[in-house]
């Protein structure tokens, strides 16, 4: 096996196929590294009843568009893995399974050092494909509750009948934490759900599904640096709302109707005692608000181009909270599970080279480094929203595989070079 090459991409995502699509078709030779298998994240870190949040249309990676026949539907799990898997079939990328990258430099030379339990490998140019969303976050909190109570990631969680039989706490409510929370709420189970500040957005409006609103006005093609957050919205959790049984919004409100207990942010553990912020009517109602807002922002927009679309009402909250608890004793509640929903934190370790800023963060420009020859893909943000999904990689890709190739020297022209300096000093 060679063991130098023009490209190394690690990760085997659908971020790291895209990029592998790309160079194929420059006709630049690389290798990908996957640690586990292709589309591992999609099989082993989301629920049974996982599906996508944004339609079928969206999925667009390069020379791989959903040609399915509900375009306007929402993959399962099932169906994504299939749709990645079809997809690496398409073109049959350089993909090397079960190797995990230990080390990234780059040497005296200016070569990149990929040392990998594989064997040792070198490349002109490497592209990190391994996404945002590396290792589950997990609060120091978790180390004070008993042992009987049973604990996990919102990453490990698979259905209801996985979990013992008792009453379930969920902790955020970014898009996992609210999902989660409905598929134990459908599933009969009692819910105690601790409301954080995430933005919802409604699933449809007027007529359309929000997302096609969205993408008309052009806010999917908006670069970061055009946002008015900037940078900034990279930490921002995204909207909750659900592709499942067709496409839904996530009503926290509607839940508690039905039911589920909802309380502020989790403060504190005294014993078996937990305590909550004061609030859970500040975190429902500006989630409401941004919802609003959203609304707003698509009724401008029909009414500056004219467009026919049916009047709608806008959302009218179906409960308030009122005196709600401040403290729980999750021991005499019946509590045997807690569901951390707390996002994902990045890995780097491996990764020694001098490109990263004062966070942690790598320093790039649409995914080019401060460090020549090393690039990313994937990230949340990217470049515009779609970076990290489906519909918006394909973009990135392409830049990317410019820039790449601009730096590219095939190996018949770096022979040709060595002869001709031979030539010269003979």
Not at 12 to 23: D, E, F, I, P, V
Not at 158 to 173: D, F
Not at 211 to 226: A, F, K, N, S, T
Not at 284 to 304: E, F, N
Request: net charge neutral.
């Amino acid at each position: 096996m060679e063991t130098h090459y023009p490209v190394i991409i690690i990760g085997g995502g659908q971020a790291g196929l895209s990029m592998s699509y790309c160079l194929k078709e420059k006709g630049i030779a690389h290798l990908i590294f996957e640690k586990n298998r292709m589309a591992e994240s999609w099989r082993s870190k989301r629920w049974d009843s996982f599906c996508l949040v944004t339609p079928n249309w969206q999925c667009t990676l390069p020379g791989f568009h959903y040609t399915g026949d509900d375009p306007k539907g929402f993959m399962v799990k099932e169906q994504i893995i299939e749709y990645i898997e079809a997809y690496a079939r398409s073109f049959n990328p350089p993909l090397k399974e079960g190797v995990s990258v230990s080390r990234l430099r780059r040497n005296d030379s200016g070569v990149f050092e990929v040392k990998t339990d594989l064997g040792d490998f070198t490349a002109d140019q490497v592209v990190v494909a391994t996404g945002g969303y590396q290792t589950a976050r997990l609060p120091r909190m978790t180390e004070r509750f008993p042992a009987g109570i049973t604990q996990l990631h919102s990453s490990d969680y698979k259905n209801a009948n996985a979990l013992p039989p008792g009453e379930v706490l969920v902790v955020g409510t970014g898009q996992s934490g609210c999902q989660i929370a409905e598929d134990l709420h459908l599933a009969g189970r009692k819910v105690h759900l601790c409301v954080g500040g995430a933005p919802r957005t409604a699933r449809r409006y007027r007529g359309r599904d929000v997302v096609e609103w969205l993408h008309d006005m052009g806010y999917y093609d908006l670069p970061i640096h055009e946002h008015p957050k900037k940078d900034t919205v990279r930490a921002k959790a995204n909207h909750y709302v659900t592709g499942r049984d067709g496409g839904r919004d996530i009503d926290l409100r509607r839940f508690a109707v039905e039911g589920m207990q909802l309380y502020g942010r989790l403060k504190e553990i005294n014993g078996t005692t937990l305590t909550f912020a004061d609030d859970l009517k500040q975190n429902l109602d500006q989630a409401d608000t941004v919802a609003d807002s959203i609304k707003t922002t698509i009724d401008k927009h029909i009414a500056a181009k004219g467009i026919e679309a049916p009047h709608e009402d806008r959302y009218s909250p179906l409960w308030h909270p009122e005196e709600r608890p401040l403290s729980l004793d999750f021991a005499q509640t019946g509590i045997t599970s807690i569901i951390w929903s707390m996002g994902y934190g990045t890995d780097y370790r491996w990764l020694e080279v001098p490109l990263f800023d004062g966070k942690g963060y790598p320093s790039h420009d649409r995914g080019i480094t401060t460090v020549p020859g090393v690039y990313f893909i994937g990230l949340p943000w990217q470049y515009t929203w779609g970076s990290g999904r489906f519909s918006g990689v394909a973009q990135d890709a392409r830049y990317l595989a410019q820039a790449i190739e601009s730096r590219y020297v095939s190996p018949k022209a770096a022979v040709g070079h060595i002869l001709n300096m031979w030539a010269l000093g003979s």
